[in-house]
């Protein structure tokens, strides 16, 4: 993927993101309100900022794939497989991947200090998605290359996977109301935008449920998977976090260095309940 393929990704995300944005219009979950309109400038900055990073990290880990493709490292790279099993392993152990990725930031201090500026809306929909902090990006890409140099992911398999997860991370963020007949089958196979909002209550009870990007498998594998059901009447955000100053691009770039009143102090505590 050179810079051309990586700006046609972005254009993609913008164009879906959009779409997106006007059938949350049309359909909303949760009624637009005030939270709408003053999270969508620092959300809107958040996204651009991870676009950026995306764009510095992608190709070297592409050409790093390219290279132990060459080489016929990592397990992908020595099985043999036909190459449409290769791309499905790989996008199924790139998300695994992510799922490893949510939890571990969920359950480590320094990890949640900046994963919360993420959970710390107070509304969510599309422009929550990439509402990212800088050093979470690299958190990410750290896991996910170790993931993918391991596995021998092949390029053409990152590549699906990237593009698949940023397009269905729009979809479950989405304030979107569906028929909980069709939420509910999503979720035999797939996220849904009912099954992510619970993921991000306020209540931490639920924080630490339904952390998957694309496939539910890896929730209900490893028991953190809640019926979708439960997700139509979430109150979203973070309890400290819903202050004028925290939630400008400047307070959410700065929220893991401070800590609830403002100042520099120890992390965050964990989001476990």
Do not use: C
Not at 94 to 107: E, G, I, N, Q
Not at 248 to 258: I, K, M, N, Q
Request: aromatic share 12%; glycine share 6%; charged share 15%.
């Amino acid at each position: 993927m050179n810079l051309s393929a990586n700006l046609s990704s972005l254009a993609l995300l913008l164009a879906a993101m959009i779409l997106l944005s006007g059938i949350e219009v049309l359909i909303p979950l949760q009624a637009r309100g005030g939270w709408s309109r003053r999270h969508l400038l620092p959300n809107l900055a958040l996204t651009f900022l991870t676009f950026a990073t995306n764009l510095v990290f992608n190709i070297p880990l592409l050409l790093g794939l390219v290279w132990l493709q060459s080489k016929g490292w990592g397990l992908f790279n020595l099985t043999g497989w036909p190459p449409v099993v290769e791309l499905a392993g790989a996008v199924l152990a790139l998300d695994l991947a992510w799922y490893v990725t949510h939890v571990t930031m969920h359950r480590f201090a320094a990890l949640w200090r900046f994963h919360a500026v993420h959970h710390s809306d107070p509304m969510v929909d599309v422009t929550t998605t990439i509402r990212q902090h800088p050093g979470e990006s690299v958190i990410r890409y750290v896991f996910l290359a170790v993931f993918a140099f391991a596995f021998g992911a092949s390029p053409a398999g990152f590549m699906i996977y990237r593009i698949w997860s940023a397009l269905h991370g729009l979809f479950e963020h989405a304030n979107l109301r569906l028929p909980q007949w069709l939420d509910t089958t999503i979720t035999l196979v797939f996220s849904s935008p009912n099954m992510h909002k619970i993921h991000h209550a306020r209540d931490r009870r639920h924080t630490d449920r339904n952390y998957t990007n694309i496939f539910s498998i890896w929730d209900r594998l490893f028991g953190t998977f809640t019926p979708s059901s439960h997700g139509r009447d979430i109150v979203y955000g973070l309890d400290g976090l819903d202050g004028a100053d925290q939630q400008t691009t400047l307070g959410l770039l700065a929220l893991p260095f401070r800590d609830r009143s403002g100042e520099v102090a120890a992390p965050l505590p964990s989001a476990r309940p």
